[in-house]
T-cell receptor, first 119, second 112 residues
Framework: EPEVTQTPSHQVTQMGQEVILRCVPI?????FYWYRQILGQKVEFLVS????????KSEIFDDQFSVERPDGSNFTLKIRSTKLEDSAMYFC?????????????????FGPGTRLTVL | AQSVSQHNHHVILSEAASLELGCNYS??????LFWYVQYPGQHLQLLLK??????LVKGIKGFEAEFIKSKFSFNLRKPSVQWSDTAEYFC??????????FGAGTRLFVKA
């Protein structure tokens, strides 16, 4: 069964450093997403991406964050200058996302996550 | 603003007890509804989903959920829980903008 993969599984970095989290979405999916989950808290939407551009983003997704699809298979999240509060589990997701009779069908498939620790 | 509320943050049950986890959302348009489970140390897994049609949906591991449109609710149920159901459960709502909003989660602990 196809699945979303993420690398690395755990990233430790110093405050102020740049990190790039990588995701390989399911191959026929066209919509891509990043979510984060701070330890003990709920899963929060960061950004959605379609057709090589951001389609929606949350207020968490400020200028320190960027996303890119550098090739046909990878989808990356970059944090330019990490802060302590960026420590979290980051989940990538992908979906086919279609409309049928005006009803959206958007089951998102989640990757295993990357645990980012900022020291 | 769109939001998802889960009524219970922590639930403790004995094995064989029945489970119902409440979920309400605020969004006026057409929604997709999901329940995800996160076992300790693992990633999110889809339990069940509702897109349209029969409002009573059955998922994996004996879970089911009922969409009541008039109450903006999508409660999760299981008639008899097992110790292996110990996990965190997240209700999630997908809106027409294709983002998914998660509830705060309910931690379920099942005593053997």
């Amino acid at each position: 069964e196809p699945e979303v993969t993420q690398t690395p599984s755990h990233q430790v970095t110093q405050m102020g450093q740049e990190v790039i989290l990588r995701c390989v979405p399911i191959s026929n999916h066209l919509y891509f997403y990043w979510y984060r989950q701070i330890l003990g808290q709920k899963v929060e939407f960061l950004v959605s991406f379609y057709n090589n551009e951001i389609s929606e983003k949350s207020e968490i997704f400020d200028d320190q964050f960027s996303v890119e699809r550098p090739d046909g298979s990878n989808f990356t999240l970059k944090i330019r200058s990490t802060k302590l509060e960026d420590s979290a589990m980051y989940f990538c997701a992908s979906s086919e996302a279609r409309l049928a009779g005006g009803v959206p069908y958007n089951e998102q498939f989640f990757g295993p996550g990357t645990r980012l620790t900022v020291l | 603003a769109q939001s998802v509320s889960q009524h219970n943050h922590h639930v403790i049950l004995s094995e064989a007890a029945s489970l119902e986890l409440g979920c309400n959302y605020s969004y006026g348009g057409t929604v997709n509804l999901f329940w995800y489970v996160q076992y300790p140390g693992q990633h999110l897994q889809l339990l069940l989903k509702y897109f349209s049609g029969d409002p009573l949906v059955k998922g994996i591991k004996g879970f089911e959920a009922e969409f009541i449109k008039s109450k903006f609710s999508f409660n999760l149920r299981k008639p008899s829980v097992q110790w292996s159901d110990t996990a965190e459960y997240f209700c999630a709502v997908g809106t027409g903008g294709f983002k998914t909003i998660f509830g705060a989660g309910t931690r379920l602990f099942v005593k053997a």
